[in-house]
Nanobody
Framework: QVQLVESGGGLVQAGGSLRLSCAAS????????MRWYRQAPGKQRDLVAS????????YYPDTMKGRFTISRDNAKNTVYLQMNSLKPEDTAVYYC???????????????WGQGTQVTVSS
């Protein structure tokens, strides 16, 4: 059984910072891309950032790059999202997603965490 567990969300004032973590656990052979999504109330879930197994990162939109930084620790099967200069419009539930090959299957499948709430007050 594979699990993704996010942590690090909370309430922060505008201009503040938060660091989200997402740890994958279970019978894992390997992990390819890892991603962060967010979903604001009444809106669709949007991709925020992705990172390959070798550490190549992309941000969506690209303007996110100046405030958000995605990173990963392959030894810990963990992906991080450092969020700086937070704005009220960053308020959302943040989800991690990863392409994981478990021991029970010979292919990679997408797995989701349960989400962590980020609230930015003005």
């Amino acid at each position: 059984q594979v699990q993704l567990v996010e942590s690090g969300g909370g309430l922060v004032q505008a201009g503040g910072s938060l660091r989200l973590s997402c740890a994958a656990s279970g019978s894992i052979v390997s992990i390819n891309a890892m991603r962060w999504y967010r979903q604001a109330p009444g809106k669709q879930r949007d991709l925020v950032a992705s990172i390959t197994s070798s550490g190549s990162a992309n941000y969506y939109p690209d303007t996110m790059k100046g405030r958000f930084t995605i990173s990963r620790d392959n030894a810990k099967n963990t992906v991080y999202l450092q969020m700086n200069s937070l704005k009220p419009e960053d308020t959302a539930v943040y989800y991690c997603n990863a392409d994981i090959r478990p021991y029970s299957r010979n292919i990679y499948s997408g797995y989701w965490g349960q989400g962590t709430q980020v609230t930015v007050s003005s």
